[in-house]
Nanobody, 130 residues
Framework: QLQLVGSGGGLVQPGGSLRLSCAAS????????IAWFRQAPGKEREGVAC????????NYRDSVKGRFTISRDNAKNTMYLLMNSLTPEDTAVYYC???????????????????????WGQGTQLTVSS
């Protein structure tokens, strides 16, 4: 049974850091493109970061560049999102997602579009507040 289980959310003060984790099972995790999305109250779900399995390329939305880092440990079937310099605008439910890679081209870049992802974790809440 394919499963993604996100964890690590919580309450953090502005300027703080947190690392989200997402454990995968039931599929060949190392082969899949992965991504983190988030959804704030009253807003649409948006792509935060993604990781291209074919070549290791990553992509980030502009508002988190330089602050967030997506990574993966294929040996542990786990993906991570390290978040630094958090602001209240980062408050949201964070979702991990995975999809078989649409391309194995050496210059391929993962998608940041929600419709492109097939498998989803259940979401973990991050609240940034003093």
């Amino acid at each position: 049974q394919l499963q993604l289980v996100g964890s690590g959310g919580g309450l953090v003060q502005p300027g703080g850091s947190l690392r989200l984790s997402c454990a995968a099972s039931g599929f060949a995790f190392h082969y899949y493109d992965i991504a983190w999305f988030r959804q704030a109250p009253g807003k649409e779900r948006e792509g935060v970061a993604c990781f291209t399995s074919a070549n290791g390329r990553t992509n980030y939305r502009d508002s988190v560049k330089g602050r967030f880092t997506i990574s993966r440990d294929n040996a542990k079937n786990t993906m991570y999102l390290l978040m630094n310099s958090l602001t209240p605008e980062d408050t949201a439910v964070y979702y991990c997602a995975a999809v078989p890679p649409p391309s194995l081209h050496p210059l391929a870049l993962c998608s940041m579009r929600q419709p492109d992802y097939v498998y989803w974790g259940q979401g973990t809440q991050l609240t940034v507040s003093s």
